[in-house]
């Protein structure tokens, strides 16, 4: 089976955010070239399983771009002698403020990576340190600039909204920021409060507070500050200039075929889902052990793509949903939540935030 989407997980960090639900950690005692190793290794492992003919790779983490150079360009060259790049479009990296230079932009930039995401995440000091991000500002706009003239043709900047002590008006000012430096694609983030992250056990204790009204103010704000100035809202969270979209995110949201490789990370291919150990040094030491094997049924591929494309400005074929879900659509589209644009159905500009609830009534 020939499989075209691979994701490559670094778990590396160098600070450990504490809304960051993510298997990462600091290197500790697993160094860098070990955990390369492993990674090149769990590629061939797979490759002989797989005909692995990639349009699209991902670096993700953890901080992908806290690898060393030599240790970066190690993993750089082991999957370009490994893969078959034919038909690689698009490989993305994140990367942080902090973790990367001139030098190891270049040599990014060199191997094939097209597309970097920026982990910028607010513009707005007393927000860096509430999330536990070890950048300033000017740091952050000094990294960007490093992307742009190393050469790289789309980079993304995340941002985060809804944080803890973050009034619109604050937010305003980062998407104004933001918008200044003319990035080719925005992503942001409403804040989630995830299960074992320090702000989880925040929330608990009632020093932070969730407020859908609130988020629904900053959602919207986005929305019209970005699109009226050129981007596309093609995903609840991203945005792009026209031909700049994540092919890497539209893959997963499609329900295409991919591979993980790196401690935690998640493969689905047909309908098995399974997941390496979430361990590091076991992962280097034992290879790509399994966890978390799992056979989705049509059910469960269904319902989850009807999830994740009812979230994109495409949204879902009419003739994919049963029945009872196409009646219900109908309904909503009746009350103007959904709208029927040639053979799919996708939710209005003002009820995009009502995304969860009205793909649970889809379900089959």
Sequence with gaps: MIVRHLYVHVPFCHRICPYCAFYKHQPGKTSMKVLVDALLADLAAKS????????????GGGTPTLLNHSALSHLLEGLCEQLDLSHLAEWSTEANPMTFDQKKAELLH????????????????????????????????MSYHILREAGFPIVNLDLMFSLPGQSLKAWEEDLHRTLKLHPQHISAYNLTYEEDTPFFNQLGRGNFQEDVDDNADHFYLADRLLTEAGFTHYEISNYAQPGCESHHNQAYWEGKNYLGLGPSAVSTVGTQRW???????????EGAVTVNEETLSEADL?????????????GIQLASLADTARKRAQEFESEGVLEFVD?????????????DPVAAELFI
């Design 302 to 314: 269904h319902n989850e793509r009807v999830a994740l494309m009812l979230r994109t400005s495409r």
């Design 48 to 59: 002989q399983r797989f005909e692995i003919q990639p349009e699209t790779i991902y670096f």
């Design 110 to 141: 060199s191997h094939g990576i097209n597309r970097v995401s920026l982990g910028v995440q607010s513009w707005q000091p007393n927000l860096l340190k509430t999330l536990g991000r070890d950048h300033s500002p000017e740091q952050a706009t």
């Design 343 to 355: 053979d799919h159905c996708r939710l209005t500009a003002e009820h995009r935030a009502m995304v």
């Design 275 to 285: 997941q390496n150990v979430p361990d590091t040094v076991r992962y280097a030491a």
